[in-house]
């Protein structure tokens, strides 16, 4: 009996052995099929967008920001020089120089399409001798609405209100008369920004 029960348990080693050989071939094997490790894809954390912007958050401000852009971008049919000069020049991270800025440049502009040659000519002057002389379409034919010569004399009232603050000049104030301006701007870009001018910002 106890040579039988030695002849079972070498029985048994054997199978265990030949167990582990197959099961070591099995994983050979398996790893050859095996497709290669992949690397592991970092991703990006997801950005909640808040309910109610708070305009105490510099990235929210960056987010309102970037919508009005758009928007902007959008209603001029996306013109790349508009768009350009808008990702140089930010209406709510600097409205003050946004709005300084652009009016210089417009100024520029105005200068050209008028030639008028004195540098001391102010806005107001240089709007009534394009009406004046008509180098600017009084009114676009697609939207009767937009007026070019009265946007132009808003932006001018605007641009003023940065020039000449009041006393109590809030950001708030700042930041709805840049998105004021912003938005004139996009209506008349077009009609006063010369074409060959166009990569010259």
Request: charged share 30%.
């Amino acid at each position: 009996m106890l040579e039988s029960l030695r002849d079972d348990a070498s029985h048994q080693s054997r199978t265990l052995e030949e167990l582990r050989d197959i099961q070591k071939e099995a994983n050979k094997v398996l790893t050859e099929f095996e497709p290669p490790i992949q690397q592991v894809i970092k991703t990006k954390p997801v950005e909640v967008l808040p309910e109610l912007l708070n305009l105490n958050k510099p990235k929210e401000i960056e987010l309102l920001e970037q919508a009005l852009v758009m928007i902007a971008c959008s209603t001029t049919g996306e013109k790349k020089s508009f768009c350009d000069w808008l990702n140089k020049h930010k209406p709510l991270s600097h409205p003050a120089d946004f709005v300084n800025e652009t009016h210089e440049f417009l100024k520029n502009q105005l200068i050209k399409l008028v030639m008028d040659e004195d540098p001391h000519t102010d806005f107001h002057n240089l709007i009534k001798r394009a009406r004046d002389e008509n180098v600017i379409f009084y009114k676009d034919e697609s939207d009767p609405t937009i007026r070019p010569i009265s946007i132009l004399f808003n932006l001018n009232d605007i641009r003023n209100r940065f020039a000449h603050p009041p006393i109590i000049f809030s950001q708030r104030e700042k930041w709805s008369k840049s998105i004021l301006y912003l938005m004139n701007l996009a209506l008349v870009w077009s009609k006063v920004v010369m074409e060959a001018e166009e990569g010259d910002e």
